[in-house]
């Protein structure tokens, strides 16, 4: 992150500089995160992020109305971007189980420490909220989906369970996260999860 927020000036946007309602929205996610990747989710709130993006109160309750709205945000901008580095992954890669496998765990090890400790700090507040954790669940399922249809073709005539898929995404998680902290390397986190998703697809014939 940048010296901006031990030196707020050097940042900040002036109040005279209009941006566009999409451009604002994207300067206000990004200063979310550097907010979040110096003092933690905790840091986070719309008073504070007014202040670290140097505009007005009312323009960012315009456009999160509230803090669970503004951490929804946060996960829905982190999932645009897994899924977009996932879509081109498979679309690059060739038509094997393993390679499909591998970029499904790659991509999702690679998304989640690219984000480093910010990510898991926003789904423990998604946890924290029965509104929030709908968002997450609604991201969840659109991610196994998106492997269910990936894994498809190789699977035995009865398909993947539903109960496997999840399972599959707490082993994603779990490793990710361990990866972030230190506990395993990124390479062990991809390597395992891959070993999980083949095992996953040979239960199922």
């Known amino acids: 992150m940048s010296n901006s927020l031990h ?4 940042c900040k946007v002036s109040p005279r500089r209009r941006l566009s309602r ?4 994207r300067q206000l996610l990004s200063v979310s995160w550097e907010l979040i990747s110096v003092e933690g989710t905790d840091a986070l709130t719309l008073g504070r992020l007014a202040k670290e993006a140097g505009i007005t109160k009312p323009v960012v309750y315009d456009h999160f109305g509230t803090r669970n709205g503004l951490l929804a945000a946060l996960y829905q901008d ?15 890669s060739s038509p094997s189980l393993k390679d499909k496998a591998g970029v499904i765990a790659s991509s999702y090890v690679e998304c989640v420490l690219t984000q480093g400790r910010e ?14 954790a709908t968002v997450k669940r609604q991201y969840q399922q659109i991610f196994i989906e998106k492997c269910h249809k990936i894994l498809a073709p190789f699977a035995g005539a009865q398909g993947i369970s ?6 599959m995404l707490g082993a994603a998680d779990a490793l990710s996260h361990a990866a972030v902290v230190g506990d395993i390397s990124e390479q062990q986190a991809r390597n395992e999860l891959f070993e999980t998703i083949l095992a996953m697809v040979k239960r199922s014939k």
């Open 22 to 25: 999409e451009k604002r929205l």
């Open 7 to 10: 030196d707020p000036a050097a």
């Open 162 to 167: 539903s109960a496997s898929l999840w399972a």
């Open 119 to 132: 990510i898991p700090g926003v789904l423990a507040a998604l946890n924290g909220s029965m509104e929030l």
């Open 78 to 92: 982190f999932d645009l971007r897994q899924t977009a580095i996932i879509d081109a992954a498979i679309a690059a």
